[in-house]
């Protein structure tokens, strides 16, 4: 579930409370929780409802000016029950501290290279870990459009993989783009040189 970052700045202050979602299938659970770039946001209830059901109050709740607004995003989705989500701030990002490591134990390093090879091995594209990691280092905040160009695949592409190298607490987000942390750059570093096989992955 992806939420704006100015949703989740109210969510973090209190200020939003609601979220409104058109989905073919439920993609969320009570109690499930959600690592965003402001924190862990925990999904305190979840229930289907309709448009006509929506209230103003609800539509203040969810970050919008006013219920047609809110009413006017739902309905860009076609096809689609709608739920209405009650959401709160969490708790830090565990990866927060984790990433802001320069160094780490030799067994630490060693299971995170092993997590990376994982990644690259179940991977229907090949290795593509390092190259991604090299590419972020090489272009800090590029936007993930000419980033994912680089290395020659689609921007969704990109942004889905970017993020599972997030939650090894390699890369940090930032609008636009991504750098590499700390931790990404120490775990880069101790990585083999591979062979330069043309732009691709």
């Known amino acids: 579930m992806l939420i704006k970052q100015k949703h989740l700045e109210g969510i973090m202050s209190g200020d939003i409370s609601l979220a409104f979602r058109k989905w073919k299938n439920l993609s969320v ?12 946001v925990k999904i305190t209830d979840i229930t289907q409802t309709e448009l006509a059901q929506i209230s103003e109050d609800d539509a203040k709740h969810a970050g919008y000016d006013n219920v047609n607004a809110l009413i006017g995003e739902l309905e860009k ?5 709608i739920y209405k989500i009650q959401l709160s701030y969490h708790s830090p990002d565990p990866r927060i501290d984790l990433r802001q490591k ?11 290279k092993e997590k ?4 690259d091995k179940y991977s229907n594209q090949g290795k593509w870990t390092t190259k991604v990691l090299k590419a972020i280092r ?5 936007p993930a459009v000419e ?8 921007k969704e592409w990109l942004k889905v993989n970017v993020r599972k190298l997030k939650n ?7 609008e636009p783009g991504y750098t590499l942390s700390p931790l990404g750059e120490y775990v ?3 990585l083999p040189e591979q062979p330069q096989k043309g732009s691709g992955i």
């Open 29 to 40: 659970k009570k109690d499930s929780l959600l690592k965003t770039s402001i924190g862990v």
């Open 77 to 81: 989705t076609v096809n689609g029950a």
């Open 102 to 112: 320069s160094q780490i134990p030799d067994e630490e390093l060693e299971a995170l």
């Open 116 to 119: 990376l090879l994982n990644l």
């Open 138 to 142: 090489e272009n800090p905040k590029l």
């Open 147 to 154: 980033l994912a160009a680089k290395v020659n695949k689609e």
């Open 168 to 174: 090894l607490g390699l890369t940090i987000s930032h």
């Open 188 to 190: 880069l570093n101790s």
